[in-house]
């Protein structure tokens, strides 16, 4: 088989979040038997046909970048992730529906990894507010994924989707909320199905097709994601 085209997307949020679980089921299609706890990062690819259907259809990689999820607040756990925040085409945003402080901490997640060199430098591990204006040129796509929507009862189902819709708009990114142990929330042709190919397709564009900063038709810009301020960027 030919050597394909890669991109390379971060998968990050808490640990127990499900990335893991949602990367084999991208990845493989497949559910995930026995979740484990990822040490340091795991890499998965998926192949993606990039605008199928169309005459510009074409096969690339997507490496998946599973990151440990551990929040401690000691700066080099942080200086340790970030080896693996260089060359990003893309970022998944995972967080538990279940778990409020997992959907407020995508906020510094995104930060740590979008300021890999802070990291390294250790400002970001300093009290202090950010101004996330500093985000709003951004061109590297982002996507929100909610897990665990099995775990929500029906009756509050509602209740905290819209409350977690607001991270999605903030980020300006699309937003899937799905349970990994089921394979038909991402079953091909579903609306879930159709925002990833989207994503991916954004993905590579930036990797292989923007040119000198330019912004490509139909790719968001960052204004929601660059209004205000976050509080103290240390992991509790």
């Not at 551990?70 to 967080?95: D, E, M, P, Q």
Request: aromatic share 10%; hydrophobic share 35%.
């Amino acid at each position: 088989m030919a050597s394909l085209d890669r991109v390379k997307v971060l998968v990050l949020g808490d640990s127990g979040v499900g990335k893991s679980s949602l990367v084999h089921l991208l990845c493989q299609n497949q559910v995930l038997g026995n979740p484990f706890w990822t040490v340091g990062c795991s890499v998965d690819v998926r192949v993606h046909d990039y605008k199928e259907g169309t005459p510009e259809e074409k096969t690339y990689y997507i490496e998946l970048w599973d990151v440990g999820g551990s929040v401690g607040s000691a700066s080099s756990v942080k200086s340790t992730r970030a080896v693996f925040y260089n060359s990003i085409n893309g970022i998944i945003l995972v967080h538990d529906l279940t778990n409020k402080k997992s959907s407020q901490n995508l906020y510094r997640w995104s930060l740590e990894a979008l300021n890999r060199d802070l990291v390294l430098t250790g400002v970001l591990v300093t009290n202090g507010d950010y101004d996330r204006e500093q985000f709003a040129d951004n061109q590297i796509p982002l996507l929100v994924i909610g897990t665990k929507l099995d775990q929500i009862h029906e009756t509050k189902r509602q209740e905290v989707l819209t409350r977690t819709s607001f991270i999605a708009e903030d980020f300006n990114a699309e937003e899937i909320n799905l349970d990994c142990t089921n394979t038909r929330y991402l079953a091909a042709g579903s609306s879930n199905a159709v925002k990833l190919s989207r994503f991916f397709d954004k993905v590579i564009e930036k990797r292989y097709f923007i040119r000198d900063n330019n912004q490509i038709p139909g790719f968001p810009d960052r204004k929601r994601f660059g209004g205000g301020t976050l509080k103290s960027l240390h992991y509790d």
